[in-house]
């Protein structure tokens, strides 16, 4: 133990060693481990020098272990193996191989954010489970972010100092309008929509998004139906029943016939992905978090 200084003999040695004993050539190793042959040739002579043996007898038909370069391999297998289940042990520890991250969101994000996310993540990290809750509102994913049945979860934002949060999108309010409808601009102006019975969403926030905004309208605006379900919202402006004013993200993708039209003022949603602030986040979530970035169409502004 003593007679050898072990930190002299590194890995990349005793790779080359177990690729020339399976290749039985210096060339054909140095192809398989796309270096130079005479890098090949000079960790084997090295790893010979250090350990006062000659591993490999060398001549015109290759190389081939001698009787102690055969014993030395097994344990040069064994040192590799060994590595690699150190490496794994710390991935394990780390929370990166296995797992899983519990994501809360809502319709639109599972529809069009999540898919192209999770499989950048598993690209990534395909031992990683990523379990998807679809909830009706922003405070249902709030609360299951606080009660712990989920690690990540989608809201609108600003949100309140128990999350850390990060902005994802910025998604328009449009207007729907029925197939026959003739409307030559893309703008519509309150007058113009105070001509439809109009179709919103029951659910929070669309309606403290909604309700206010129409407050400002110069005409009066009627709400004929307040509707839980966006493909309901969209199926019924498709029947000629009035106008909708939705996210663009949750009316998408529209049927053909039904128009699409800006409201007379703008009227965004922010929606943020969150974590409770303050809590112990084990690294696959942030990495998770991480592959948000840049997701699918949308210039997502997370910095983890």
């Not at 598993?122 to 299951?144: C, R």
């Not at 039209?261 to 009227?267: A, F, H, Q, Y």
């Amino acid at each position: 133990m003593d007679e050898i200084n072990k930190s002299q003999i590194k890995l990349s040695q005793l790779l080359a060693l177990l690729v020339v004993a399976e290749c039985k050539n210096f060339s054909e190793a140095a192809l398989r481990l796309k270096i130079s042959q005479s890098a090949v040739s000079h960790a084997i002579a090295s790893l010979e020098e250090q350990l006062g043996v000659v591993l490999f007898y060398r001549g015109r038909h290759g190389a081939h272990l001698t009787p102690v370069g055969e014993r030395i391999k097994v344990h040069a297998s064994q040192a590799l193996r060994s590595v690699n289940a150190i490496k794994k042990e710390a991935d394990l520890e780390k929370g990166l191989q296995g797992g899983i991250v519990r994501v809360a969101c809502f319709r639109s994000v599972a529809t069009h954010i999540l898919p192209t996310a999770i499989a950048k993540f598993h690209s990534i990290f395909p031992d990683i489970n990523v379990k998807i809750t679809e909830n009706d509102s922003f405070l249902s994913i709030e609360e299951s972010l606080r009660t712990g049945f989920a690690d990540i979860g989608f809201t609108y934002l600003p949100s309140n100092n128990e999350f850390e949060t990060w902005e994802i999108l910025r998604d328009d309010y449009i207007v729907l309008l029925p197939p026959k409808t003739n409307l030559d601009n893309q703008q519509i102006s309150w007058q113009q929509l105070a001509e439809f019975p109009l179709i919103i969403s029951s659910l929070s926030p669309c309606q403290d998004y909604i309700r206010p905004y129409l407050n400002q309208a110069e005409y009066p605006m009627k709400i004929a139906y307040e509707i839980r379900e966006d493909s309901t919202i969209v199926s019924m402006v498709g029947q000629g029943l009035g106008a909708a004013i939705m996210p663009r993200l949750a009316a998408e993708p529209l049927p053909i016939g039904i128009k699409e039209c800006n409201l007379p003022v703008r009227l965004q949603r922010i929606i943020g992905v969150a974590v409770l602030a303050n809590a112990l986040h084990s690294p696959a979530i942030y990495a998770f978090l991480d592959a948000l970035k840049n997701t699918g169409r949308f210039a997502v502004k997370i910095s983890v």
